[in-house]
């Protein structure tokens, strides 16, 4: 049973899609009518596309009269086509969303001034610039085909046991992005040194990204896996035979960085796009239809499945997420066998 502030803030976030634009704080008039006669925007993510698409589907119900261009590639190569337009005056992104904030720190003048109305809502550890912002963030999870696993894992730990060694696990590699990045610092800070030879020792099923592993785990190609929680919600979600859970040593999250960059053509519909995706409405949308987790300090809710007072969030320490990735990211593939 719900308690009484958990209904509270259920009905509020409900009450958000209740309330015309009107009442909520999207920003000025004179901002969302220049935004209108725009008309367009051209969105740069990382993220995944069918998730995404949905993003794009819900802040259309709240203003139809923006055309959202979706420009979807994985983290290296999208950092490698913003520096390459930049670089020829040619950066056609009206907004850049990213998983790795390291990656993008390093292209922060690349991007003008910008905070949401409810910018002091939001964790200040979330931040990595005041131009640049968590419009996403997302929480990895253990899901399991349930055709395939009868005696399911209840923890992390529980991914080293030799009763699902011989392939039965698969492994988005460290090397992938942020988001993969920050769950193998939670694995060698919070799970022990020692962690990463003991789960290499049922070898694993190495991928390059989220989307195939997702693929593979309700195919049955492999039983378990550790997933971003958005990527296989959907799937659950649609009548994959698959559960996810949060397991209790904890759930590492990984904010994205999004900003609107100086040369955006149409830089107030950006900017209505991400004061959209950045308030409570867009927050709730993404929690409650995807499986996001939130960066508000106040999540208005959580996904399905997972409860604050059971699961610890993490959230990885800026500086040592630089400091420590390449190093680090070098001695996983040693560990795992992984050679690019």
Known sequence: MMTGIRMATAALATLAFALPAAAQNFGSPELIAAAKKEGRLVYYTANFAEVEQEVIKAFNKRFPEIKVEMVRAPGGQLITRVKTEAAAGKLAADVIDHSDRALMIGLVDLFQDYAPPNAADYRTDALISPKLWPRATIAWSIAYNTALVKNPPKTWMDLTKPEYANKQIGQVIAASGGTTWTRIMFERQ???????????????????????????????????????????????????????????????????????????????????????????????????????????????????????????????????????????????????????
């Open 190 to 340: 919070v799970l022990g040194e020692d962690y990463w030879k003991k789960q290499a020792a049922t070898t694993p099923v190495l991928f390059p990204s989220g989307a195939p592993t997702s693929d593979s785990l309700v195919r049955g190609e492999i039983s378990i896996a550790p997933l971003l929680y958005n990527i296989v919600y959907t799937k659950m979600k649609e009548g994959a035979p698959v559960k996810i859970f949060f397991p209790p040593e904890g759930a590492p999250v990984n904010p994205y960085a999004s900003g609107v960059p100086k040369t955006a053509k149409s830089p107030n519909a950006a900017k209505l796009f991400l004061n959209w995706n950045l308030s409570v409405e867009g927050q709730t949308f993404m929690i409650k239809e995807l499986g996001n987790l939130t960066s508000l300090k106040n999540p208005p809710v959580y996904p399905e499945g997972f409860d604050p007072k059971t699961v610890k969030i993490w959230f990885p320490k800026f500086d040592e997420y630089v400091k420590l990735h390449a190093s680090w990211v070098e001695e996983w593939n040693k560990t795992y066998n992984y050679r690019q």
